[in-house]
Nanobody, 114 residues
Framework: QVQFVESGGGLVQPGGSLRLSCVAS????????MGWYRQAPGKQRELVAR???????NYADAVKGRFTISRDNAKNTVYLQMNSLQPADTAVYYC????????WGQGTQVTVSS
């Protein structure tokens, strides 16, 4: 079955950086656009960034210029490089295909706090 395993979260100070990874299984990874999503406490899950099968990207306004999504088809992995982190970025981060049509993984917690 389709499975996503996210990693790389943690506690970081404002202005810091983290790199998230997500390994996908159960799909022909290179044929799917992929996305990173996040859910903050008390809020709905929201799209953060997408990357197409050809590497084109788009971002939520809140993270443009700070976050970078990328993919490695040989490793069935999608990444999210997060720079200049802010407390408002605190959330559980998930990956899924670009329109979230598969079951969610466990996510990885990102906490931005001094």
């Amino acid at each position: 079955q389709v499975q996503f395993v996210e990693s790389g979260g943690g506690l970081v100070q404002p202005g810091g950086s983290l790199r998230l990874s997500c390994v996908a299984s159960g799909i022909i990874f290179r044929t799917w656009g992929m996305g990173w999503y996040r859910q903050a406490p008390g809020k709905q899950r929201e799209l953060v960034a997408r990357v197409t099968t050809t590497g084109a990207t788009n971002y939520a306004d809140a993270v443009k210029g700070r976050f970078t999504i990328s993919r490695d088809n040989a490793k069935n992995t999608v990444y999210l490089q997060m720079n200049s982190l802010q407390p408002a970025d605190t959330a559980v981060y998930y990956c899924n295909e670009a329109y979230a049509n598969f079951p969610w993984g466990q996510g990885t917690q990102v906490t931005v706090s001094s």
